[in-house]
């Protein structure tokens, strides 16, 4: 089953118009909508869960699968470069670097 030319226009511009009112909505409402301190908490803290599931996500598993202990090993060099306030370049470079270095041992 295929999409006619028209539906798929139609399609593109309702979702682009949905995506522009959707992130419009935010500094909009801003002034209008008041959440409770401890919901803003709450969300603060969700982002922060979120964030950290979509790095583990990412530095552990290559698709569906375990990458190797290489991968997780430059991702906490990194994210304890990043804690300490290294300059970024040198975050990146590090734990580039210990990846690196790992495989070229033979580390899987």
């Known amino acids: 089953m295929t999409m006619s030319t028209t ?3 139609a399609a593109v511009v309702v979702l682009g118009v ?3 009112a ?3 909505a935010g500094p909009a409402l801003r002034d209008r909508v008041t959440l409770p301190p401890r919901a803003e908490q709450l969300l603060a803290t969700a982002a922060i869960v979120l964030l950290a599931a979509l790095v583990a996500t990412a530095a552990m598993l ?4 375990f990458d190797s202990v290489a991968r997780p090993a430059g991702v906490l060099v990194g994210a304890v470069l990043a804690w300490r306030r290294a300059p ?3 975050v ?12 070229l041992v033979g580390v899987p």
């Not at 290559?62 to 699968?65: P, V």
Request: charged share 20%; no cysteine.
């Open 22 to 24: 959707f992130r419009y």
């Open 62 to 65: 290559d698709g569906r699968e």
């Open 7 to 9: 539906a798929l226009v």
């Open 18 to 20: 949905g995506t522009f």
């Open 88 to 90: 970024f370049v040198v």
């Open 92 to 103: 990146v470079l590090a734990a580039a670097g210990t990846a690196a270095v790992l495989r």
